[in-house]
């Protein structure tokens, strides 16, 4: 089990710095695994600003025919500046704001662990440091790489719907959309974040074990038909 500040670390690493991710790729039978550099989620989520916007230029800028993107990324990223401004005053006074919120955030962290080291802060504080870090980070990889979603072909295990109707058309499609999100961390469960909703009568499946409830309630459907 990690500590808090191993916690902690791991989730500025990814919103601050440079990863190194693994590729895997099948050429004639053989396995290749190739590194990659991916910038921090945070450099991410300013290039996907930066490109909506650039993407605008180029077409319309009627309010209807706008990209969605630019206001959610637009307000999460003021929120992650302000509330990275905050982290920096707090644990490291005194320390003159930088012009990137990863570059203030980073900063913060030396003045957590030197907090921590002269114990003026618990680890049920970093833990809650680390909840709202990772909001951001969830909050990031929504826009930057949107979850995988499913329709679940059977019906509600509540309401027992199988299609609702969604948009000004009408639109039929299975009542129960199931939301996969990558976990938190290597030690969550698969299914951790992921996410089930009926349209109809709005029950949700939240993590690992809810979900494979839902999969369970589907198998015996089809085993009865």
């Known amino acids: ?132 870090l990772r909001s951001w980070r969830s909050q990031i990889e929504r826009i930057v790489s949107p979850p995988t979603s499913i329709e679940w072909l059977s019906p509600c295990p509540v309401c027992e719907a199988t299609e609702v109707q969604v948009g000004v058309l009408g639109q039929l499609r299975s009542a129960i959309i199931i939301e996969f999100h990558k976990p938190d961390s290597e030690f969550d469960l698969p299914l951790s974040k992921s996410v089930a909703s009926c349209g109809n009568c709005y029950t949700k499946w939240l993590g690992d074990y809810r979900l494979r409830e839902l999969r369970y309630f589907g198998d015996n459907q089809a085993v009865q038909q």
């Open 1 to 132: 089990m990690k500590t808090a500040l191993e916690q902690l670390r791991e989730v500025i690493d990814e919103l601050t710095k440079t990863q190194t991710v693994a590729i895997r790729q099948e050429s004639e039978g053989e396995v290749f695994v190739t590194k990659a550099l991916v910038q921090p989620l945070i450099g991410q989520l300013r290039e996907a600003i930066a490109g909506s916007i650039s993407e605008q230029g180029q077409g319309s800028s009627l309010p209807s025919e706008r990209n969605m993107l630019d206001s959610d990324a637009l307000e999460l990223y003021d929120r992650i500046e302000i509330g990275a401004r905050k982290l920096l005053k707090h644990y490291s006074p005194g320390a003159i704001p930088f012009l990137l919120p990863e570059q203030d955030i980073s900063q913060a962290k030396v003045g957590i662990h030197n907090q921590f080291a002269a114990g003026k802060l618990d680890e049920q504080r970093i833990l809650g440091i680390t909840r709202t």
